[in-house]
């Protein structure tokens, strides 16, 4: 069971933290980079502010607004524009930050749409790999009613790339086992 925002759960922007209750847990991120290090690609602070400006254009495509952008992020931006007018999501939600009271842990994903009939989540990468379908994973355990989940590499040169729209329940169960060990490591204090 998932629950949205409310006065017991929050998030901390600038310290990138989420609470439930007061108590803080962890996001699906974190849960992966301390259980397996170096699964996520880790980055200087130039490549996370482009990052998280592609990001944000694409929560503003999502939500069909206009908007400037500053030119080194054109390829992806022009690549993100590509996908929504290529695969015509039907958008849920963006970047809504949610959490799970069940298994305490928290995440934000980047788009919840219906494509081809399904019900998903999809990730905006610079590159994919093979771990996006963890995180696709943590992401539908938050949200309970999606079905399947994509990663979309949006490209500098304005192209994008997306990985097969994968049924996801495989993904929840590989996420949890890691959740686990993550809750196992918290309590002995490794």
Known sequence: ????????????PILHRYSIAGRP?????Q????????A???ADEYYLNKGQAVHACM???AKGKCFDYDTAIDGQVTAGRKFFAEMKPEVY???GQIYSERY???GCPDLICKIARHKCVVDFKSSITDMVF?????????????THGMGVELREDGKYKCTELVKIDRFKNEFLACLTVWNIRKRLNI
């Open 1 to 12: 069971m998932h629950q949205e925002w409310n006065a017991v759960n929050s998030f901390d």
């Open 93 to 95: 939600d963006v970047e």
């Open 134 to 146: 963890l995180q696709l994973g943590g992401y539908a355990i938050l949200k309970p009613e999606v």
């Open 40 to 42: 996520i690609w880790h």
């Open 25 to 29: 847990v962890p996001s699906v991120t």
């Open 31 to 38: 849960v992966i980079n301390e259980v397996l290090p170096g």
């Open 104 to 106: 305490m842990f928290a």
């Open 59 to 61: 929560a503003l495509l």
